[in-house]
């Protein structure tokens, strides 16, 4: 695949300091910067649009950085500022924009149906709907061929739950500690992060949260574990062919159905292929596999969660759940599946599909035309533009990058991820794990954005960066994200050697 050229070329700066940056001996002395962009801003004021904020949206509307930013203009991998300075988006408006901001294909296929046909809802036909739910679902495998469509991740694991209950006649549910599901009413019980819970009588109804297995944090676990071109520098007693601590876990999740589940039977297990959230978390190879027959050998469906793994954002599959070797009964998905647009969907078969037909049940914009003709052109481009391999590139790169970094400073604990589904873990310490504190956090993170790049953050302890860029970026927005992240790491460190009381 051809690299697309960036719009304002950083490759000069950002080479020269990968090149010299990115080894143990040398540090960077100059600190990367974008060029100025023409983009101008004339609309209401920073000061204005603050205090609009303030007045009308709900307090919990929160933003990031302690000045945040005004974004009022996308194309592709950047975003502008009121002030005309230009970032590259390292975070894909949350893992959503897959396929690049305003991608012109997308545009071109909304605006055409815009001037067609806005909504109707589908108490009557309409194509868009039905060429959609032809086309997405014959990117799934096996007898995954219904789909009900909804408008948020949220709503589709919402869904999920209900279609699971309903088909098994049970009512337990299984998620993983630090697992992220939604945080509505329903998918809040999944939700396993304290940060994202309401105090609310029965939000955990019928939900059992099963021991995380995450090879570096967790109790078992280290470098021979993971399903990733970086693996940890934990110590591990397992073979580079086997993994223990895989089946370490697998005997905890056995005393759930042992203990815990109404004579053994279960509803569904709900995991996402890789955790996003929780901060790209990876699972000990072959533990989801198990962990999907053991579920189904006790009356139970496997739910994948691709609300942020799927769309080929993980570079060697189109879905994440390929990667465990595991057939969902059904798939979850969102966030990527419209590139920003609002849409959400619910793939399964046939047989779990029927269970809806008990009651009513409607969604007033599910598949709407606009949102499934995003649809289309999304997958379109995905294929068009090879998105997958540049995802599996680009991210292979970012990851050797990364872990360079890692060997190199203090802070950086832990690189993983697969394609362009990356987190970086910054540390305190090393030996312990113990995660770096939220004000020393957000020193580097500030860092970053000062110099043009924005990253996610995630992680129970928000002491995770997050890299899930939209799939288009290419080798020279990698090498400039490498830099950044290398000069933020020094100049943090050298300010602790320092002993600057204030750090």
């Known amino acids: 695949m051809m690299l697309k050229k960036l719009p304002l070329s950083t490759a000069p700066t950002a080479s020269r300091l990968i090149q010299r940056c990115l080894t143990v001996q040398a540090s960077p002395q100059e600190v990367p910067e974008l060029p100025k962009t023409d ?17 009308y949206l709900t307090p919990n509307v929160t933003s990031y950085y302690k000045k945040p ?20 988006d390292m975070f894909g408006g949350i893992v959503t924009v897959s396929v690049g901001h305003c991608h012109p294909k997308v545009n071109a296929a909304l605006e055409e149906q ?15 709907v039905h060429e959609y739910a032809e086309k997405l679902t014959s990117k ?35 998620s993983f500690r630090n697992a992220y599901h939604g945080a509505s009413p329903y998918t809040m019980g999944l939700t396993a992060h304290s940060t994202w819970r309401y105090p609310l009588p029965g939000v955990s109804n019928g939900v059992i949260h099963a021991m995380n297995p995450d090879p570096y944090t ?44 109404p004579r053994g039977k279960v509803a569904a297990l709900f995991a996402e292929s890789i955790q996003g959230v929780g901060g790209t978390v990876q699972y000990p190879k072959g533990y989801i596999k198990k962990a999907a027959e053991l579920v189904r050998a006790n009356g139970g469906l496997f739910v994948a969660d ?9 570079g060697e599959h189109y879905w994440g759940f390929e990667g465990h070797d595991v057939m969902p009964d059904i798939v979850t998905m969102a966030k990527g599946i419209g590139n920003g647009f609002p849409i959400g969907a619910v793939v399964t078969s046939r047989k779990v599909a029927d269970v809806l037909s008990q009651a009513l049940h409607f969604n007033t914009y599910g598949g709407n035309p606009l949102a499934s003709a995003v649809g289309i052109a999304v997958l379109d481009v ?23 970094l890692r060997d190199k400073y203090d802070i950086v604990g832990d ?6 589904m990356i987190g970086v873990e910054l540390v305190a310490d090393k030996q312990t794990r113990q995660h770096l504190s939220a004000p020393h956090f957000v020193e580097i993170w500030e860092m970053c954005k000062d110099m043009g790049v924005l990253f996610g953050r995630g992680g129970l302890n928000a002491n995770v960066l997050r890299l899930k860029p939209p799939m288009i970026v290419n080798l020279q927005d990698a090498e400039y994200a490498l830099a950044v992240i290398d000069f933020a790491c020094d100049a943090y460190q050298k300010k602790r050697r320092r002993g600057c009381r204030k750090c």
């Open 218 to 261: 967790g109790i078992w676990g280290g470098k021979n574990c993971r399903d990733s071109p970086v693996q940890t520098t934990r110590h591990c007693d397992c073979p580079p062919d086997q993994c223990y601590a895989s089946g370490r876990y697998y005997e905890q999740l056995e005393q759930i159905f042992k203990y815990s589940l």
């Open 415 to 420: 690189v993983r991820g697969k394609g362009l």
């Open 39 to 55: 983009q101008t801003y004339s609309k209401r004021s920073y000061e204005d649009i603050t205090k609009l904020r303030k007045t």
């Open 306 to 314: 691709e609300v942020q793994s799927g769309f080929a954002r993980t």
């Open 382 to 404: 995905i294929d068009e533009e090879n998105l997958q391999k540049n995802a599996r590139d680009v991210g292979t790169y970012l990851l050797q990058g990364l872990e360079k």
């Open 140 to 174: 799934l495998p096996g007898d995954l061929k219904n789909v009900y469509f909804v408008n948020s991740g949220s709503e589709a694991n919402d869904l999920a739950m209900l279609m699971a209950r309903l088909y098994t006649g049970h009512q337990e549910i299984i």
């Open 114 to 128: 815009m001037g067609q046909l806005w909504h109707t809802t589908n108490i009557y036909m309409h194509p868009k």
């Open 69 to 88: 930013l005004l974004i009022h203009k996308g194309s592709m991998q950047w975003l502008f500022d009121h002030e005309g300075r230009r970032y590259l």
